[in-house]
């Protein structure tokens, strides 16, 4: 075997060497390639859904303030609504002291009024209209009937000295009855109370 054969077989070894390196820079080239690029894209992917939440996020922050405001708005809707409803009611009370259900029930609502004080002397300041009606109904002397325009529509019994009183007017029997009503009067509009 000479010289020549001996180199050949140098640069078959070198070669082959080479090709085996080559194949393995490659190989671990595209497995590093692979890996970057499945990387960069679990990073994308990552920040893309991170990116998705936080958007989502602020739609549904964007929709609930929505919402609010315009549960708000229609809240107040209905507040200013029942507002012109109670006010257009308590304008019409000077005329419901002059109705007949209202003079009928007046005798029984003078009484309790007056069971709830006791006996002594009492004072009864009332509507300036209701004067003469009260006087009738007048059982006892040690009852005072004074009018007074600031009562509203009705009647206040009290003890002399004002630390008692029994407050009888529609406007009082008007506020009472408002939660009632109110329902009352949204239902008959098909609105939820």
């Not at 970057?36 to 602020?58: D, G, I, M």
């Not at 012109?84 to 309790?112: D, I, N, W």
């Amino acid at each position: 075997m000479g010289l020549s054969h001996l180199l050949e077989a140098l640069e078959r070894d070198a070669n082959g060497e080479i090709a085996r390196l080559r194949s393995a820079a490659e190989t671990e080239a595209a497995r590093i390639t692979a890996e970057s690029t499945s990387t960069v894209a679990e990073r994308r992917r990552v920040a893309s859904s991170e990116s998705e939440r936080y958007r989502r996020r602020e739609v549904e922050r964007a929709l609930t303030v929505a919402r609010r405001a315009a549960r708000r708005a229609v809240l107040e809707a209905r507040q200013r609504f029942l507002t012109r409803v109670f006010t257009s009611v308590a304008e019409q009370l000077p005329a419901a002291l002059r109705l007949p259900a209202y003079q009928e029930s007046l005798p029984a609502a003078v009484e309790r009024s007056l069971a709830a004080l006791g006996a002594g002397p009492l004072v009864i300041r009332c509507t300036p209209s209701m004067v003469s009606l009260l006087e009738g109904l007048r059982k006892r002397d040690d009852i005072t009937i004074i009018a007074d325009a600031n009562v509203g529509n009705g009647f206040f019994v009290s003890v002399p000295d004002g630390t008692v009183e029994v407050v009888d007017t529609l406007e009082e029997r008007l506020e009472r009855q408002r939660p009632r009503l109110t329902r009352r009067v949204l239902e008959q509009l098909g609105i939820d109370a």
